[in-house]
């Protein structure tokens, strides 16, 4: 599976942003997936994860009411809008994708793809 994350940029605090992934050289529909950051000189940290049908989401603290997982089957593509930017969501976004169903942990995911940076201003 090749995973393909775009969307990234640079936005002023508050604003927002939709990063998309997508999927190619697998049956899409049968992933979990997931977005996970990572800022400079920090760990990965996870975002948010979705069920291989979309049924069910898992969302960091850090940015639960904030952020929405969204995935369209059809597409091969997994969705992360993310609404009121702060300085602190600044970080490299990746996309993964595993078989062994909705986890933070990033050993559930067999495939990532490469970051897109995401920059927000104050």
């Known amino acids: 599976v090749q995973l393909q994350a775009s969307g990234g940029g640079l936005v002023r605090n508050g604003g927002s942003l939709r990063l998309s992934c997508a999927a190619s050289?697998?049956?899409?529909?049968?992933?979990?997936m997931a977005w996970y950051r990572q800022a400079p000189g920090k760990e990965r940290e996870y975002v948010a994860g979705?069920?291989?049908?979309?049924?069910?989401?898992f969302y960091a603290d850090s940015v639960k009411g904030r952020f929405t997982i969204s995935r369209d089957n059809a597409k091969n593509t997994v969705y992360l809008q993310m609404n009121s930017l702060k300085s602190e969501d600044t970080a490299v976004y990746s996309c993964?994708?595993?078989?062994?169903?909705?986890?933070?942990?990033?050993?559930?995911?067999?495939?990532w793809g490469q970051g897109t940076q995401v920059t927000v201003s104050s």
């Open positions: 993964a994708a595993g078989l062994s169903g909705l986890t933070y942990r990033s050993i559930g995911y067999d495939y």
């Open positions: 050289g697998g049956t899409f529909s049968s992933y979990a």
């Open positions: 979705i069920s291989y049908s979309g049924g069910s989401t």
